[in-house]
């Protein structure tokens, strides 16, 4: 019995993993669609790192959110991703000194 009920939730994890990668080929969505499709993985990124910059200090968020926004403004100017971390940990020390 048991045996079907981990069967059973394999499957019934699997499908909306596996059915919406072979109906992306076959599909030609709009450009505005691609636009939105395009963006998700900026969404993403930013609902995964907000919560730690506002809690790399708990009683003190403003350093995080400066070290957050001099680290955007470093990767919008395009600098090396290891100039533009290291900034933002030399700030987050500097400010906590």
């Keep these: 019995m048991i045996w079907f009920i981990i069967i059973g939730m394999a ?51 403003h350093i995080g959110l400066i070290a957050g926004v001099i680290a955007i403004i470093l990767a919008w100017l395009r600098i090396h991703v290891i100039i533009v971390v290291l900034s933002a940990i030399i700030i987050v020390f500097l400010l906590t000194i």
Excluded: C, H, S
């Design 11 to 61: 499957i019934v994890t699997i499908i909306p993993r596996v059915i919406p990668a072979f109906i992306v080929d076959l599909i030609q969505f709009p450009d505005w669609a691609n636009k939105g499709l395009k963006a998700i993985p900026y969404a993403a990124l930013g609902a995964l790192i907000f919560p730690g910059i506002m809690t790399v200090i708990p009683e003190k968020p």
